[in-house]
């Protein structure tokens, strides 16, 4: 399935979990020897809510949280025969989430991700910075190269670096090295922002873990708060990402960020996986 262009392989893992998630991950993710997307997702059974998503990028590692995936979870269990709710709940590495989903003729044509609260605190998201209370438009220097960012959590790790043109150059060139940089004890991911209007930003982002990708949900609520803190944007706005479209709202009166979008499926089959250690296949159902 894919959010704006933000493409994941997702599991029904209610009654059996893969074993080595993060091994799967970067075997399925491959574009070329596997199925190809920017990552896996294993859609779980929760003691906390209607279902639990866990999420792993391209190279394995696992993430807290992905609005477009969670979007697609959305969509996913609710085509799926597996509720019939179109209000649910959602547990995650980075706490529950809630989702709406948009329903015409029982086709699910948007959803809307309650993302919650954005965090500020560097310590918190983390970053290090000499800020207490926010990091906006700091200087920082990674590489021998300035930059003005703006941290922002929103259950993962973002540096909003605002820009334009928003090249090849800058983004496949410097993103690589912010990603990893000492600035970000748990490596970041990193928005490169183009303010059009007020109601209105482009986006490209390197995601952690896997690279640019064609959209980034919880980045786009990232470089919103980002905007608004900076005095570019006003609270609801329109994100183009390369993608599609995204739209953000982060509400002055309960502080929480809110993700719609589309999300769509692309295929759907069974992965025949070769466990090499015991000399057969080993079907992962997907």
Partial sequence: MHGAGNDYIYINALEHCPADAEGLAREISNRHFGIGSDGLVLILPSERADFRMRMFNADGSEAEMCGNASRCVGKFVYQSGLTDRTELS???????????????????????????????????????????????????????????????????????????????????????????????????????????????????????????????????????????????????????VPGGELLVEWDEKDNHVYLSGPAEVIACGVYYRQNLSAGNEESENQ
């Fill in 90 to 240: 959602l547990e995650t590495g980075a706490g529950i989430r809630h989702l709406s989903l948009d329903v015409k003729d029982g086709v699910v044509k948007s959803v809307k991700v309650d993302m919650g609260e954005p965090e500020l605190v560097p310590g918190r998201i983390p970053v290090n910075s000499t800020s207490e209370e926010a990091m906006v438009s700091e200087s920082a220097t990674v590489g021998g190269i300035n930059y003005q960012i703006t941290a922002v959590s929103m259950g993962n790790p973002h540096a909003v670096i605002f820009n334009n043109p928003l090249s090849d150059a800058l983004v496949l060139g410097h993103g690589p090295e912010l990603e990893v940089a000492p600035l970000f004890p748990n490596r970041t991911n990193v928005e490169f922002v183009q303010v059009i209007s007020r109601d209105h930003i482009k986006m490209r982002v390197w995601e952690r873990g896997s690279g640019e990708t064609l959209a980034c949900g919880t980045g786009a609520c990232a470089a919103v708060v980002a905007s608004v803190l900076n005095g570019l944007t006003d609270r609801k706005v329109n994100v183009s």
